[in-house]
Every structure is written in structure tokens, then in C-alpha cells.
T-cell receptor
Framework: DAKTTQPNSMESNEEEPVHLPCNHS???????IHWYRQLPSQGPEYVIHGLTSNVNNRMASLAIAEDRKSSTLILHRATLRDAAVYYC???????????FGTGTRLQVTL | DGGITQSPKYLFRKEGQNVTLSCEQNLNHDAMYWYRQDPGQGLRLIYY???????QKGDIAEGYSVSREKKESFPLTVTSAQKNPTAFYLC?????????????FGSGTRLTVV
């Protein structure tokens, strides 16, 4: 499976946008990019996924680089409830098994 | 409401005993997964099943067993062969590729072996 690299932690102020980066330089042409987040003592929650084009949903936006070697999860206005570990994951298909790394721990402060 | 139910939330067992963790979903999802999470770590895949009566080993299957006799249910047995069974166990499910909207996770079972 292709590997992803994320910063261990990031900080943001409440109500400001947050850009969470993910590098995946060995991504193959058919790999999907998924983002999940996990609050303490809970199961992960699906955020967004995409293949080539940028994607938007009610939770976030996913910006995918033209060469697909990196992507960015964008939270448009961070709130305290967005404080979580964010995982960037690649898979060979949309419903294929997902391999989670250690993710980025996002702290949101007032 | 549709979702995944894992039970129990907390489980304590003595070393050497087998224990079965329950996972039930009413989302009509075809695929189901079991993950293990250790403190400060990401999730590691134990077993997964894409269809009833079929399942595959994940990255850390040794010491675990599963069954998938019904679409809604995917129980995980932690056997005495598992060297370090104390962990947070998460079950998930997903729809087929053409109706995929991400994995849905349960709230987890925290297993402590003493």
C-alpha cells in the first residue's frame, strides 16, 4: 500500500481556517485519498474522500495537487469540536480496506 | 437510527481466557472490519469481510478469529494465543464501492486482560 506522511501535530485558533497537509508521493493512479478524524475514546469518523478533483462537503474540503502527490484537508472555520486526530489514508478502491497511520493531532484554541 | 453497535464498552478478562467482542450493524453494509488501537497509536487492521461467509486476514490477525454468518454481525474472538490483548477494539462497516460514503465505526470495546 502507498504510504502517507502527515505532521504529528498542528494548532489553530477557533473560527480560523485550518489546512491539514498530507504527502503521498508514491500514490498510484487508482488510489483514492480518504480523510477520517478521531475524537478521544471514540471510533474514527469519515470526513471526505476523493480521487483527482477537489471535493467539498458539509464538513470540509479536500484539495488534491495536480500531480496527486499531496493533498490538503481544509476546515473552513475551526471550532473546539474539531480538535481531534486527523488521518489521511490511501486505498486501491473506495471500499477497499483502509490502513490508518498515526495522523495529525489538531489542537484548537480560543 | 442506523449504525454499528459494539458491546460491551468495557471488558475485563483473566489471562488465558478467550473472549468474544460483539459487532452488529443495521446499515445493510456488505463489508465489515475489525481494528485494534493501542495508546497513542493509529488503528491496525485485524480481519475484514466483504461478504457473508467470507473473511480475510488483516495485518495483525494472529491470536484472533472471526465469523461472518450473517450480514449484520461480525464477532471477533480474542484467543489466549494473542500475546498482548489489552487494547481498544473498533468495528467498522462500509457499503459497496458504487454507494460508498466512508466507513462507519462503532464506539469501540476497551478490553483489559489481567
Amino acid at each position: 500500500d502507498a504510504k502517507t506522511t502527515q505532521p504529528n501535530s498542528m494548532e489553530s485558533n477557533e473560527e480560523e481556517p485550518v489546512h491539514l497537509p498530507c504527502n503521498h508521493s508514491t500514490i498510484s493512479g487508482t488510489d483514492y485519498i480518504h480523510w477520517y478524524r478521531q475524537l478521544p475514546s471514540q471510533g474514527p469518523e469519515y470526513v471526505i474522500h476523493g480521487l483527482t478533483s477537489n471535493v467539498n462537503n458539509r464538513m470540509a474540503s479536500l484539495a488534491i495537487a495536480e500531480d496527486r502527490k499531496s493533498s490538503t484537508l481544509i476546515l473552513h472555520r475551526a471550532t473546539l469540536r474539531d480538535a481531534a486526530v486527523y488521518y489521511c489514508i490511501l486505498s486501491a478502491g473506495t471500499a477497499s480496506k483502509l490502513t490508518f497511520g498515526t495522523g495529525t493531532r489538531l489542537q484548537v484554541t480560543l | 437510527d442506523g449504525g454499528i453497535t459494539q458491546s460491551p464498552k468495557y471488558l475485563f478478562r483473566k489471562e488465558g481466557q478467550n473472549v468474544t467482542l460483539s459487532c452488529e450493524q443495521n446499515l445493510n453494509h456488505d463489508a465489515m472490519y475489525w481494528y485494534r488501537q493501542d495508546p497513542g497509536q493509529g488503528l491496525r487492521l485485524i480481519y475484514y469481510s466483504q461478504i457473508v461467509n467470507d473473511f480475510q486476514k488483516g495485518d495483525i490477525a494472529e491470536g484472533y478469529s472471526v465469523s461472518r454468518e450473517k450480514k449484520e454481525s461480525f464477532p471477533l474472538t480474542v484467543t489466549s494465543a494473542q500475546k498482548n490483548p489489552t487494547a481498544f477494539y473498533l468495528c467498522a462497516s462500509s457499503a459497496k464501492a458504487d454507494t460508498y460514503y466512508g466507513y462507519t465505526f462503532g464506539s469501540g470495546t476497551r478490553l483489559t486482560v489481567v
